[in-house]
């Protein structure tokens, strides 16, 4: 398996609900991450995780909060989100913090 | 904070060669990376480049590095349909954070 995958592919969710995002990768990696993208503008970062512990956490509001159970498995999870956090979240990973990183297709997330 | 600059857009024929072009200005840059975003779709690592490289060649792409001047490129020869797509350039110093700093993306269209 040497892919990056994410579900789910597509996500609706109003401002109250709670939902989570999910990233999982089988080829050994130990640092994945998760990025935001707007529309036609580059992947900013938001948080990176090593060896399932949180490395970097990029200002990011609380109303995301990452998860890391085991090497293969990285969740976001969301509550309380603003329509402003509507966008593609993609996540990557790399087989260690200073390698290079392969993507996932992103969930595209929609906040009403 | 550091920049990755490139140009917005790139329209070419079909069976043309396609530059696409990249300045950043972070000098402990590391690592380079040409990314590809297909509509929709998530990132798709398509090359990197070690700093200490000036050229690398896979098929039918081709990276130049000049470190000097902080200027590096993608050409695609033969451009195809297919290649229409938004290309990232990214860079990262390879440290223990990874933080990799995209462009901005240039739109390529390839017309038949």
Redesign the interface.
């Known amino acids: 398996d040497t892919e990056?995958t994410?579900t789910p592919k597509h996500l609706v969710m109003g401002m109250t609900n709670k939902k989570s995002l999910k990233c999982e990768q089988h080829m050994g990696h130990r640092?994945m991450y998760w990025y935001k993208q707007k529309a036609?503008?580059?992947?900013e970062?938001m948080f990176?995780y090593?060896y399932e512990k949180l490395?970097?956490n990029e200002s990011v509001p609380s109303r995301f909060s990452p998860e890391c159970p085991n090497s293969s498995l990285l969740n976001l999870h969301l509550h309380a989100l603003q329509p402003e956090d509507s966008a593609l979240y993609?996540c990557?990973s790399?087989v260690y913090?200073?390698?290079?990183?392969?993507?996932?297709?992103?969930t595209?997330l929609t906040v009403l | 904070g550091e920049d990755v600059e490139q140009s917005l857009f790139l329209s070419v024929r079909e069976g043309d060669s396609s530059v696409i072009n990249c300045t950043y200005t972070d000098s402990s840059s590391t690592y380079l990376y040409w990314y590809k975003q297909e509509p929709g779709a998530g990132l798709q690592l398509l090359t990197y480049i070690f700093s200490n490289m000036d050229m690398k060649q896979d098929q039918r792409l081709t990276v130049l590095l000049n470190k000097k001047d902080k200027h590096l490129s993608l050409r695609i020869a033969d451009t195809q349909t297919g290649d229409s797509a938004i290309y990232f350039c990214a860079e990262s110093t390879g440290d223990n954070n990874n933080d990799m700093r995209f462009g901005a993306g240039t739109r390529l269209t390839v017309k038949p």
């Open positions: 990056v994410q640092a036609k503008k580059p992947p970062l990176v090593s490395s970097i993609l990557a790399s913090l200073d390698n290079e990183q392969f993507f996932g297709p992103g595209r």
